[in-house]
């Protein structure tokens, strides 16, 4: 009874959040497809290279299909225990290509922690960014904390779907610059499509800079394929 109300809660929350979005004016919203490769080099460390590629399908009250970034990333895994991870990652944004943007590099540093005292699995996760342009470094601080549960009974079988929700709090920092806070909201429906193969399509609402005069509402519809060998 209570995991079904924790399930219910996310699902609630997330659309009562995401709902009244199409009537900001300050909205922008992408469309970002995503294919990721995990590979297990030993029992406790991993590689993940992804491939991302955002796109705006909302922008100036208007709807449209045009073409923004493609991020390509890496991350080294490392097991500490076994619920616990350290990861360094390096991305590599292309603006450049399809806006007067500069390209970006990044490099994260992240500590990773879960629990799962029944079929909810909870997660912890801190990481700490440094997002190199031409012209500036920020400095980004982050921490998340999600959810992930099977929708139909209490373990995940093949070709059942599942959820996940996460809630992620966000400061930037950066010479000459004051501080940008944002927050995340994300909900995500996945399917196990093979002992390997997960497939996931979901929404993320993001509050960008919300101690500003003018914050900024990003929506995001996402699709990912993760393959892991």
Same mark, same amino acid.
């Given at each position: 009874?209570?995991?079904?109300?924790?399930?219910?809660?996310?699902?609630?929350?997330?659309?009562?959040?995401?709902?009244?979005?199409?009537?900001?004016?300050?909205?922008?919203?992408?469309?970002?497809?995503?294919?990721?490769?995990?590979?297990?080099?030993?029992?406790?460390?991993?590689?993940?290279?992804?491939?991302?590629? &955002?796109?705006?399908?909302?922008?100036?009250?208007? +709807?449209? =299909?045009? #073409?923004?970034? !493609? $991020? @390509?990333?890496?991350?080294?895994?490392?097991?500490?225990?076994?619920?616990?991870?350290?990861?360094?990652?390096?991305?590599?944004?292309?603006?450049?290509?399809?806006?007067?943007?500069?390209?970006?590099?990044?490099?994260?540093?992240?500590?990773?922690?879960?629990?799962?005292?029944?079929?909810?699995?909870?997660?912890?996760?801190?990481?700490?960014?440094?997002?190199?342009?031409?012209?500036?470094?920020?400095? &980004?601080?982050?921490?998340?904390?999600?959810?992930? +549960?099977? =929708?139909? #009974?209490?373990? !995940? $079988? @093949?070709?059942?779907?599942?959820?996940?929700?996460?809630?992620?709090?966000?400061?930037?920092?950066?010479?000459?610059?004051?501080?940008?806070?944002?927050?995340?909201?994300?909900?995500?429906?996945?399917?196990?499509?093979?002992?390997?193969?997960?497939?996931?399509?979901?929404?993320?609402?993001?509050?960008?800079?919300?101690?500003?005069?003018?914050?900024?509402n990003i929506l995001f519809l996402s699709t990912s394929m993760q393959l892991?060998?």
């Amino acid at each position: 009874m209570i995991m079904c109300f924790i399930k219910r809660f996310f699902l609630f929350t997330l659309l009562l959040s995401i709902a009244p979005l199409w009537s900001q004016k300050n909205l922008t919203a992408y469309w970002q497809p995503q294919a990721a490769v995990n590979y297990k080099v030993t029992g406790s460390y991993s590689h993940n290279f992804s491939l991302a590629n &955002r796109n705006y399908i909302f922008d100036n009250e208007e +709807f449209l =299909l045009k #073409g923004r970034q !493609l $991020d @390509l990333a890496h991350f080294s895994n490392l097991k500490i225990k076994d619920n616990q991870s350290i990861a360094l990652g390096i991305q590599y944004r292309f603006r450049n290509n399809f806006e007067d943007k500069e390209n970006e590099l990044r490099i994260t540093q992240q500590y990773n922690i879960t629990k799962k005292p029944n079929a909810i699995r909870y997660g912890h996760r801190v990481r700490a960014e440094q997002r190199i342009t031409k012209s500036i470094t920020t400095h &980004r601080f982050r921490y998340r904390f999600a959810v992930d +549960f099977p =929708l139909i #009974g209490e373990k !995940l $079988d @093949l070709g059942e779907p599942y959820f996940v929700g996460s809630l992620e709090n966000l400061l930037s920092v950066a010479k000459g610059n004051s501080p940008e806070y944002d927050t995340r909201l994300s909900g995500q429906i996945g399917w196990q499509l093979h002992s390997d193969v997960k497939f996931q399509m979901g929404v993320e609402y993001r509050l960008e800079d919300y101690s500003s005069s003018l914050p900024q509402n990003i929506l995001f519809l996402s699709t990912s394929m993760q393959l892991s060998l």
